[in-house]
């Protein structure tokens, strides 16, 4: 079955579009009552990404309320470390927090390889629900976080602004932190091809805390692994997001993916030099869609402008933040519409 709309797909694949696709990272969540209604019914985020109909209702949510060109599966990152025997909690306002976290090769030899059916098997039932039910009107983004990424988790055991414990780990034990990531990297690309399998359309990668390390590091203990994904998924366009990653922008370019996912610190023009032979995405900073609607209009018109005769998917530079007004993010969305057309 052929989509209704696949402009995403098309900009994935460096191809003319009528317009300029437009989706949002962490549509599917806080700014919409309607997700919230969702979550009350869940118990708890944790029950609502482990229950099937109830993530792949959410996950539905945005193409219908907002008009998002994608639907992105509602998962979370962590779910990898769930499925290699390491569980965590999400506690409110605090986010996700492991009671046990990996410190040596022993702790190491705890984990396996996540098997996607047997350990997340709860995500690819939320994807064939979700893909039946969306009836071919828009693709559907799975996702993985990166394997540098889920490292910090797995070794700090919560959300942190410098993950310390994280990186000691890459200067003290080199030989633990590369044994880990490898871990994390097979079970990732079996999830991926799992999710792929599932229907997923198109599948992005989150390095959320690519910026905490320095280029010689971010070239040692996360681009390697990020290229083993990008080579592994032949199916389905890949797309990288390295968050503060500016150092790295060549080397990204150079992965075996189809888009770059750009946050609101990396220069377009700049980017578009450093990058010149793949699809961009971005990069409009969250916080503009606390701006007046003009201001939103006028930053959003000026970011396209920016883009023009590059292939391109209009996104945020990081998750749309929990306190936004939707009416501002449908502001947003409709606007790249009508100035693209």
Known sequence: MELKNDLLLRAARGEKTERTPVWMMRQAGRIL????????????????ATTPELAAEVTIQ?????GVDAAIIFSDI??????MGLPYEMVEQRGPV?????????????LHIADPEADLGYVLDAIRITKKALANRVPLIGFAGAPFTIFCYMTEGKGSKTFSVAKKHLYTDPIFAHTLL???TDSTIAYLKAQIAAG???????????????????REFSLPYIKQICDAITEVPVTVFAKGAYFARTEIGQLNCSVVGMDWNMDISETRALIPNKTLQGNLDPCVLYASF??????????????????????????????TDPDKVRCFIETVKEYSH
């Open 33 to 48: 009552a309607e997700y919230r209604a969702v979550r009350e019914k869940a118990g708890s985020f944790i029950q609502l």
């Open 182 to 184: 490898q871990k994390i």
């Open 98 to 110: 492991f009671p046990k976290t990996v410190h040596t090769l022993d702790d190491l030899n705890q």
């Open 62 to 66: 945005p193409v219908d309320l907002l």
């Open 294 to 323: 003009d201001q939103i209009k006028k930053e959003v018109k000026q970011m396209i402008h920016q883009f023009e005769g590059h292939p391109y998917i209009a996104n945020l530079g990081h998750g749309v933040y929990p306190d």
């Open 200 to 218: 997923a359309d198109l599948v992005q990668v989150f390095d959320s805390w690519a910026g905490i390390l320095s280029p010689s590091q971010y």
């Open 78 to 83: 962590l779910v990898i470390p769930e499925g």
